[in-house]
């Protein structure tokens, strides 16, 4: 099986500062790895992905996320926040194992809502 | 993603009707996906899809049916709508060539009376 924990409900950081959006997964082979962003009234939309190579990933907007295999995390942050980035985040994981149950399929966190203040 | 459309955007039903939010895409993917959304639980899915004659049940599929009549279009019912099945609900599609990235619709808002 696979999942994912968004541990932080809330983060809060002023405009200017750098944030850290915290995510860690769980699977049984090798994951690949999203980050997605939510807008108000809106579907969700995606920021970068890992799937093999460079740990450090970079997406749109500016943020960038951190593979670390031993702590099997995938943090999203960004050197400095806008208050545009206000916004629900979601991660989450694909286990690249073929067949199984969970072949093909994203599991996703409980959503990280940021609120950064002017 | 504006290649993923979803109709309804936003409807309000009574117990127990019968409810079909639809799914319609044109970005030529062969997988798609039926999402909820609630506050605090993040997405959980119905329903996949992964081509026309492939269809499979999610996390939460009790209470759901869905129909893919087209490699396009990925229908989600409600048989008979009940209060706790109020929520935002998403539809998304992949390609394996896209490395499984899901792209998502708009949403549809469903509250059940």
């Known amino acids: 099986a696979q999942s994912v924990a968004q541990p932080e409900d809330q983060v809060n950081v002023a405009e200017g500062n750098p944030l850290t959006v915290k995510c860690t997964y769980s699977?049984?082979?090798?994951?690949?790895l999203f980050w997605y962003v939510q807008y108000p009234n809106r579907g969700l939309q995606f920021l970068l992905k890992?799937?093999?190579?460079?740990?450090l990933v970079k997406g749109s907007y500016g943020f960038e996320a951190e593979f670390n295999k031993s702590q099997t995390s995938f943090h999203l942050k960004k050197p400095s926040a806008l208050v545009s980035d206000s916004a629900l985040y979601f991660c989450?994981?694909?286990?690249?194992?073929?067949?199984?149950?969970?072949?093909?399929?994203?599991?996703f966190g409980q959503g990280t809502i940021l609120t950064v203040h002017p | 993603d504006a290649d993923v459309t979803q109709t309804p955007r936003n409807r309000i039903t009574k117990t127990g009707k019968r409810i079909m939010l639809e799914c319609s895409q044109t970005?030529?993917?062969?997988?798609m996906y039926w999402y909820r959304q609630d506050p605090g639980l993040g997405l959980q899915l119905i329903y996949y899809?992964?081509?026309?004659?492939?269809?499979n049940k999610g996390e939460i599929s009790d209470g759901y049916s869905v129909s893919r009549q087209a490699q396009a279009k990925f229908s989600l019912s409600l048989e008979s709508a009940i209060p706790n099945q109020t929520a935002l609900y998403f539809c998304?599609?992949?390609?394996?060539?896209?490395?499984?990235?899901?792209?998502f619709g708009p949403g549809t808002r469903l509250t059940v009376l």
């Open positions: 890992y799937i093999t190579g460079d740990n």
């Open positions: 899809s992964f081509d026309v004659k492939d269809i």
């Open positions: 989450a994981v694909r286990d690249l194992r073929a067949g199984g149950t969970s072949y093909g399929k994203l599991t």
């Open positions: 970005k030529g993917h062969d997988r």
């Open positions: 699977v049984s082979g090798n994951p690949y």
């Open positions: 998304a599609t992949s390609d394996l060539r896209t490395g499984n990235e899901q792209f």
